[in-house]
């Protein structure tokens, strides 16, 4: 097999969520013990914190964007760098200030900004794919939301019972509550 055609040195590098999760923390400046110290779901929170999403689904991400077939979302291989796509991730859980950004990821003020924003136009790109309605032919949905407000007496209680807590209602002044109902159907094509 010939290393040096162009398929072959276009491999992707696909990471599990463990060890995306892993080098996302340290890259917020979490130390391997403290990482290994803690619970997978207290660093799966520290995660989403830093990053926004569970680790799952950034490796999934990470995964798309090498893998696509949306021109404009795929990242060549020259551009694949797990630091940037975190950097970007980072950005738009926190949107940090590019003085900020600059100590986190060790990144030049500029180099950082452009980076982020390749990474962003990527994922973004990625909304052909990812966000797809079905077909529904000659089908037409419609929906209808109809709501009521109505307030209500305190029910009685044992002075020492529990009060029912976060019952008041702003637009009636007093307690109560307020109701929904959504009614979804579908009818044949109205114009046809």
Same mark, same amino acid.
């Given at each position: 097999?010939?290393?040096? =055609?162009?398929?072959?040195? =276009?491999? +992707?590098?696909?990471? /599990?969520?463990?060890?995306?999760?892993?080098?996302g %923390?340290?890259?917020?400046?979490?130390?391997?013990?403290?990482?290994?110290?803690?619970? #997978?779901?207290?660093?799966v929170?520290?995660?989403? *914190?830093?990053? $926004?999403?569970p680790? /799952?689904v950034?490796?999934?991400? &990470? @995964?798309d %964007?090498?893998? /696509?077939?949306?021109? @404009?979302?795929?990242?060549?291989?020259?551009?694949?760098?797990?630091?940037?796509? %975190?950097?970007?991730?980072?950005?738009?859980?926190?949107?940090?200030?590019?003085? @900020?950004?600059e100590?986190?990821?060790?990144v =030049?003020?500029?180099? *950082?900004?452009?980076?982020? &924003?390749?990474f962003?136009?990527k994922? #973004?790109?990625?909304?052909?794919?990812?966000?797809?309605?079905?077909?529904? $032919?000659?089908?037409?949905?419609v929906?209808?939301?109809d *709501?009521? =407000?109505?307030?209500?007496? @305190?029910?009685?209680h044992?002075?020492? $019972?529990?009060?029912?807590?976060?019952t008041?209602?702003?637009?009636?002044? #007093?307690? *109560?509550?307020?109701? +929904?109902?959504?009614?979804?159907?579908?009818?044949?094509? %109205?114009f046809g």
């Open positions: 097999m010939d290393f040096d =055609d162009e398929e072959s040195q =276009d491999v +992707s590098t696909i990471y /599990t969520a463990d060890e995306i999760m892993k080098i %923390l340290k890259r917020v400046n979490y130390k391997r013990k403290r990482i290994k110290r803690a619970r #997978r779901k207290r660093n929170r520290r995660f989403v *914190g830093h990053f $926004g999403v680790p /799952t950034a490796a999934q991400v &990470w @995964e %964007l090498q893998t /696509t077939t949306t021109p @404009e979302a795929f990242v060549e291989a020259a551009n694949r760098n797990i630091d940037h796509f %975190l950097m970007a991730l980072h950005h738009l859980k926190k949107y940090p200030t590019e003085l @900020e950004r100590p986190i990821f060790d =030049d003020e500029q180099l *950082g900004r452009d980076w982020v &924003w390749h962003v136009e994922i #973004r790109a990625l909304k052909a794919e990812k966000i797809v309605w079905p077909d529904f $032919g000659n089908l037409i949905w929906i209808s939301v *709501g009521t =407000d109505c307030w209500f007496h @305190e029910p009685k044992q002075e020492s $019972g529990p009060r029912i807590e976060n008041f209602h702003t637009n009636l002044r #007093r307690l *109560g509550s307020a109701t +929904s109902l959504a009614f979804l159907s579908r009818m044949e094509n %109205l």
